[in-house]
């Protein structure tokens, strides 16, 4: 499947300046029209948009309100907005480029998976004696 990927450097209202979010905005009209005239159905819910920030000590990114602000319209009933991390290809990929996420799931399951075969083997012990 494809990905809609851009980098994005910022909104301006004035001429000349990066409109970036505009144009992917544009974009994703683009691609969900494309879709309604081929008779296929996207998922709309299951869109994910994951930010990069150029700066994580930038004031703006403090702000309550500052995910609104990189928001997208998928249509008149869903808006996308970012998330924190995303799952992609079965690895986490984390908005501060982190692999926290990632390590933190993988441990998890391996601790998972051994807490299994212990209690198989410990089973099995009790069992023989």
Not at 7 to 28: A, F, M
Not at 31 to 50: A, C, G, P, T, V
Not at 51 to 59: D, E, F, G, Y
Not at 84 to 108: A, E, F, H, N, Y
């Amino acid at each position: 499947y494809k990905k809609l990927s851009k980098i994005i450097r910022g909104k301006s209202e004035n001429p000349g300046q990066s409109n970036d979010c505009y144009l992917l905005q544009e974009d994703l009209y683009k691609i969900l029209d494309w879709s309604l005239r081929n008779n296929m159905k996207l998922h709309e819910q299951k869109f994910e948009l994951l930010n990069h920030l150029h700066s994580k000590n930038s004031a703006l990114s403090e702000l309550p309100f500052h995910d609104k602000t990189l928001s997208y319209l998928l249509s008149s009933e869903v808006a996308l907005y970012p998330t924190d991390k995303v799952r992609d290809l079965g690895v986490m990929v984390s908005s501060d480029l982190t692999w926290s996420g990632q390590i933190g799931s993988m441990v998890s399951s391996a601790r998972s998976k051994l807490s299994w075969v212990l209690s198989g083997i410990l089973a099995k012990l009790l069992r023989s004696s």
